[in-house]
């Protein structure tokens, strides 16, 4: 074989290589379809949120309050982890002796990488018995919330500190320079330059939030309710797949593919979002 | 770290404050948790632990068919996934840039894959390669299971590995008339080598961590596995297992967890000396 002729054939094969990582999400949307066609075909989408109960094998679909399980969970760990983390990243930044931060940095570093299982685990030893102290059973939204939020806090606070080291340091060289103080740097040099970067970190750490199974599963008590208060126990749409795939048959496991799908969706509407962030507005600085 | 002036106005010190507060917060909690685990996991673990089956449902006894069940599922992931990720990375570093279409397609797709919820990519993989292909649950069903997930994360990072190569190796190797076939291999893959090392090392402890996308792939049967389609139990699994369904399981599970954190840590010092080493500068002395 000619150099020419093996370059070519080179550029073929890795292009086909290339094409596998579509060609599993094509695999994973694929699946997700198909097995959740019988319930797509055969239940309006009302009885979601209409049905009186979660009861797949009689027919009654109510996916409401794991929806919203979701979305309390999700949303109660993004409001604490969003100013802990990049506030967090901020003192590592900006206020802590250069000792403190490179100690923050490693710890962070290691924190990104332990399993939510761990996470999921210790909520179970200390938290769970920390709120029984306060309201039985302990197990609850709230737990949830905790858990979570420690789950991704590590990664926001990554993510802010990565932004705000990209700020352009010549805009903060003649800020500095022009004698402006610390504060009104902070304030109106480096966050408005940041603000895109962080909303985009944001982002991805909500899907990776909402996407989260079996941390939440093991400290939020797992009832199918509507929580009246953050001390009730919930179910998330993660924990109602990781619970009952173990013998969903049927209408039922469709059902449980219908929630993965949704997932999915929710997921993949987030990342668009993100990507059109990065494509459409390069040139408002 | 950027060093900013000194000053004292009242914004300025309740920022120092909140942020002082939250960074503290932050070092509270997780410095509990390490000091809890180490404290309750590091008195139970032994040579017998780590090389014994687990007894009485994984109250006593050992983890040794876990720790053989993550190893394998770790290889397993790594042999599917390393040939497809570094051709890919090789195409897209090589071939092409971000304004083509069909790069950003990709990219794009990388990105979502990326970000798939783990359980979402559990059903996939039961549905898949549990049922359609019929591994049953199976050792083989799980490590394909994580492959895909490990996927965007190697062609990432081996991606950066070889854009950071300057380009005047591939302009000098095109001048001395080397095919492009022997410049990627002999020239360019052999330079980014330690990053291919470090995206494997990431992907390792990512899949390492990973629980829910096993769940329904590769089982949780606690026994030693005999071949890689006998259903497996992976250590993370083996801590929700304990933790979740089995009471009084939970001095093994702090054990288990213990363990499973000493590997990630191991792994995560090895990958912050490798980038180290990488970012001071591996291309300027040859």
């Known amino acids: 074989m000619s150099p020419l002729t093996r370059d070519r054939y080179l550029h073929y094969v890795l292009k086909f290589f290339a094409c596998v990582s579509i060609l599993s999400l094509f695999f994973i949307i694929f699946f997700l379809v198909t097995e959740s066609w019988a319930i797509i075909e055969s239940t309006p989408a009302s009885k979601y949120i209409l049905d009186d109960a979660w009861h797949p094998t009689d027919g009654e679909f109510f996916l409401l309050p794991m929806i919203v399980g979701s979305l309390f969970v999700m949303i109660g760990a993004m409001l604490l982890s969003i100013p802990v983390g990049i506030f967090t990243a901020v003192l590592w930044q900006f206020y802590a002796p250069a000792w403190f931060s490179s100690i923050l940095e490693r710890i962070v570093e290691v924190l990104s990488g332990i399993p939510s299982v761990v996470y999921g685990f210790w909520g179970i030893m200390i938290i769970v018995p920390l709120l029984a102290k306060f309201q039985a059973p302990g197990t609850s939204l709230l737990a949830g919330i905790i858990v979570l939020t420690l789950i991704v806090l590590p990664t926001i606070t990554l993510v802010a500190n990565s932004v705000f080291q990209q700020v352009n340091k010549l805009h903060i060289q003649n800020a500095i320079a022009l004698g402006l103080s610390r504060f009104t740097i902070i304030r109106h040099i480096i966050f408005p330059q940041a603000k895109r970067g962080l909303l985009t970190g944001v982002i991805l750490q909500a899907g990776r939030a909402i996407g989260e199974t079996l941390a939440v599963l093991m400290v939020c008590g797992n009832v199918v309710q509507i929580p009246g208060s953050v001390f009730e126990p919930v179910r998330t749409l993660t924990s109602n797949i990781a619970l009952e795939m173990a013998y969903a048959m049927d209408i039922h496991r469709s059902a449980l593919f219908l929630s993965g799908l949704v997932l999915m969706l929710v997921v993949f509407m987030l990342i668009l979002m993100t990507e059109r962030m990065k494509f459409t507005s390069d040139n408002s600085l | ?286």
């Open chain 2, 1 to 286: 770290m950027i060093r900013l002036p000194t000053n004292h106005s009242f914004p300025d010190r309740l920022l120092k404050l909140f942020s002082w507060f939250c960074g503290l917060l932050l070092l509270f909690f997780f410095i509990y948790l390490f000091l809890d685990i180490a404290r309750q996991g590091l008195s139970q673990i032994t040579f017998n632990f780590l090389t014994t089956d687990p007894m009485n449902a994984g109250r006593a006894g050992g983890i040794a068919p876990m720790l053989v069940s993550t190893l394998l599922l770790l290889t397993l992931c790594l042999l599917v996934s390393l040939p497809i990720g570094i051709a890919s990375a090789i195409y897209l570093a090589e071939y092409t840039d971000e304004t083509q279409w069909f790069a950003r397609i990709i990219q794009t797709n990388l990105n979502v894959l990326a970000s798939v919820p783990s359980i979402v990519m559990g059903l996939f993989g039961y549905a898949f390669f549990v049922v359609a292909l019929g591994l049953g649950f199976s050792i083989l069903a799980g490590a394909l299971t994580l492959a895909c997930m490990v996927l965007p994360l190697l062609i990432r990072n081996i991606e950066d590995s070889l854009r950071n190569i300057p380009d005047e190796y591939r302009i000098n190797a095109t001048a001395l008339g080397l095919s492009r076939y022997r410049t990627i291999f002999q020239i360019l893959l052999p330079m980014a080598a330690r990053g291919i090392l470090l995206a494997v090392i990431l992907s390792i402890g990512r899949a390492m961590a990973e629980t829910a996308a096993l769940l329904y792939t590769s089982g949780y049967v606690s026994r030693m596995p005999e071949s890689i389609l006998d259903s497996g139990r992976s250590l993370s699994v083996h801590i929700f297992d304990l933790s979740m369904n089995v009471p009084g399981g939970e001095q093994n599970a702090y054990a288990s967890a213990f363990t499973l954190i000493v590997l990630l840590l191991m792994i995560n010092i090895t990958t912050l000396s490798l980038s180290r080493k990488i970012q001071k500068g591996a291309f300027s002395e040859h």
